[in-house]
């Protein structure tokens, strides 16, 4: 069975920096391509980043461009997300998925924690 499990979430103060990881197993990880979403309280989960599966496409939603940026290691089937000069807005629970369209297969990690405070 895939698993996603993501971890490195926590609580930081609005500047600073976090990076999340999301480590994947029971699925061949470089044949997915890997995205990271975000939920905040009250709010429908929305798109933050993806990633195909070289790394040689990556997309970011406008909000954090210029301060997130998503990267993988398939020797280590992770996907992380660091994350930079944030801000209060980006309090969330953070998912990751991996994605094979051809396949028709979608997966999602449980989630961590991000909270911002100002």
């Known amino acids: 069975q895939a698993q996603l499990v993501e971890s490195g979430g926590g609580s930081v103060q609005a500047g600073g920096s976090l990076r999340l990881s999301c480590a994947a197993s029971?699925?061949?990880?470089?044949?997915?391509?890997m995205g990271w979403f975000r939920q905040a309280p009250g709010k429908e989960r929305e798109f933050v980043a993806a990633i195909n599966w070289s790394g040689g496409s990556i997309h970011y939603a406008d909000s954090v461009k210029g301060r997130f940026t998503i990267s993988r290691d398939n020797a280590k089937n992770t996907v992380y997300l660091q994350m930079d000069s944030l801000k209060p807005e980006d309090t969330a629970v953070y998912y990751c998925?991996?994605?094979?369209?051809?396949?028709?297969?979608?997966?999602w990690g449980q989630g961590t924690q991000v909270t911002v405070s100002s």
């Open positions: 998925n991996a994605k094979n369209s051809l396949m028709n297969n979608d997966y």
């Open positions: 029971g699925l061949t990880f470089s044949s997915y391509a």
